[in-house]
């Protein structure tokens, strides 16, 4: 079923489809009729003369250029060609897909002059599978994302490259694939196009929806982990995280004592001498708790910023104003970037603590390094230095891009954002995740099979049938980098994810 594009905008669930799928769109008429109404005060504000900031002026340190009325359509097609200076690898297509809908989302808001037309040509792009390729690197993140923005606001004027499923193919073929042929821009339509987030926030939605599957698959690699090192039960008594008040802590030890019901390795040692189990099992709660509070609250700044209109100057028909601002000021994603990766971080430095822990015998109490017979067997003594090594990346990763800033435009735009990189890195950080947590997940498998006939919780075990699907239990040394990818998968396809209580939509 098509998604309708309409005033009220998209929500996170619908986001995230389309990051995923090659979702159809359609425009409402409501939309339709407000995109004329701007459309309309833009070509009467052209007419008159008067100097306009984006529609006949200049831009930049430019602005008080005055260009006559016969060059306005010129001086959209240069814009957008002067600002196409990308480089660096292409953006992926999950990535340039929600940049398509998040610019159309915007632009149908009425206040930027674009034309319906242009909004049926962004359209058909998407739902022909027409993608723009549009270079990750050249974005400060301020006035808008210009240089990305740039490239794809070139593939409607038949220049650049665009891919459709694994080929690459000239503009010009692929706006003819989805029945088009290049347009000229109208008044205000190219900084229309080149103005805004949504580059930005296109790449901090991705590494959101791939940290929530993530974040989710981490609660079930530290149950597992849990019962692995015969953990206490104890820290997730709901009582203690009442009285701490949290919102995020008090869910995740819910989702600790769901995902453990039923656990006779958890039974078997709950009159132990053992009074307490080192941080990295005993604080989950509230490390990953502090997690999913910074995610809910990203997740909210990110679905605002998707449906914002954020491109200068603003066009209001009504009064048949253009008011200057700055909108295009991605500060708010580059925090929402910065403090995720900070939460994906310690989501993986927690990982990789329990996977320490594992292999240590002295605290698990299984055998050295998880394997029968260490000493000719290594077990997963290197695999652990791997998660080490991811887990301190990260630490360089999430240096917040957003302190940052260097004046461009001579000054003019002399504070910017930096977050297209803030947002850019994020995934990254989230990939190492993953990664970590897929080592743990192995390391928490070959714990708990080393306690049988013990076994753990139904849940767990659902869990640790799935991985053995794919990766069989270690008895001896072997190849192992193919296990951890295939762990890995599961985890960034949100199958280990599934088994967790915890939903996507509540993570919100």
Request: net charge negative; charged share 20%.
């Amino acid at each position: 079923m098509a998604v309708t594009i309409s005033p009220e905008g998209l929500s996170l669930s619908q986001l995230r489809n389309v990051r995923l799928h090659e979702t159809k769109f359609v425009l409402s008429e409501e939309s339709r009729l407000i995109l004329r109404d701007g459309a309309d005060a833009v070509a009467a504000i052209a007419r008159k003369g008067e100097p306009a900031y984006g529609i006949n002026t200049g831009f930049g340190r430019l602005a008080t250029t005055h260009i006559s009325y016969d060059q306005i359509e010129l001086l959209q097609e240069n814009l957008v060609l002067s600002h196409a200076v990308g480089v660096g690898d292409p953006l992926p297509d999950d990535v340039v897909r929600l940049m398509l809908v998040l610019k159309v989302t915007s632009l149908c808001k009425g206040y930027s002059g674009a034309t319906p037309s242009l909004i049926d040509a962004l359209i058909a792009l998407l739902n022909h599978g027409v993608m723009p390729v549009i270079p990750s690197k050249g974005s400060v993140g301020a006035s808008g994302d210009l240089a990305p923005l740039a490239h794809l606001a070139a593939i409607l004027l038949g220049i650049g490259e665009v891919r459709v499923g694994t080929k690459k193919l000239p503009a010009k073929e692929g706006l003819a694939l989805a029945g088009l042929a290049p347009l000229k821009l109208k008044a205000k339509e190219g900084l229309a196009l080149l103005n805004g987030t949504q580059a930005s926030t296109a790449l901090a939605l991705v590494g959101l929806f791939a940290l929530e599957d993530v974040f989710r698959s981490a609660l079930v690699a530290g149950a597992l982990s849990l019962d692995a090192a015969a953990g206490s039960i104890t820290p997730f008594d709901e009582r203690i995280h009442l009285l701490r008040g949290h919102k995020g802590q008090i869910d995740v030890a819910k989702t600790y004592r769901q995902v453990l019901i039923g656990s006779r390795i958890a039974m078997s040692h709950a009159d132990c001498e053992k009074v307490q189990d080192p941080y990295s099992l005993r604080c989950q709660p509230q490390v990953m708790g502090a997690c999913l509070d910074i995610i809910r609250g990203a997740s909210h700044t990110l679905i605002t910023e998707a449906n914002a209109v954020s491109d200068n100057p603003l066009i209001f028909p009504d009064t048949l104003e253009v008011l200057s601002g700055g909108n295009f000021h991605g500060e708010p994603v580059a925090f929402a970037s910065d403090i995720l990766s900070i939460a994906a971080s310690e989501v993986g430095a927690l990982s990789e603590r329990r996977i320490a822990l594992l292999i240590d015998s002295t605290l698990s109490g299984l055998p050295p390094f998880l394997v029968r017979d260490g000493g000719v067997n290594s077990g997963f003594m290197i695999a652990h230095v791997t998660a080490a090594s991811l887990a301190s990346e990260n630490k360089t990763l999430a240096h917040p891009a957003s302190v940052d800033s260097l004046p461009t435009s001579a000054n003019q735009e002399d504070h910017v954002s930096m977050s297209t990189f803030a947002a850019r890195k994020l995934k990254d950080i989230v990939d190492n995740v993953a990664a970590i947590v897929a080592i743990e997940l192995l390391a928490a498998c070959q714990g708990v099979e080393l306690r049988e006939p013990l076994a753990t919780s139904p849940l767990l075990a659902e869990v640790l049938n799935l991985i053995r699907k794919h990766v069989p239990h270690y008895d001896i040394d072997h190849y192992l980098a193919p296990d951890i990818q295939s762990v890995i998968e599961l985890v960034t396809a949100g199958e280990i994810a599934s088994h967790c209580p915890l939903t996507a939509t509540e993570m919100q």
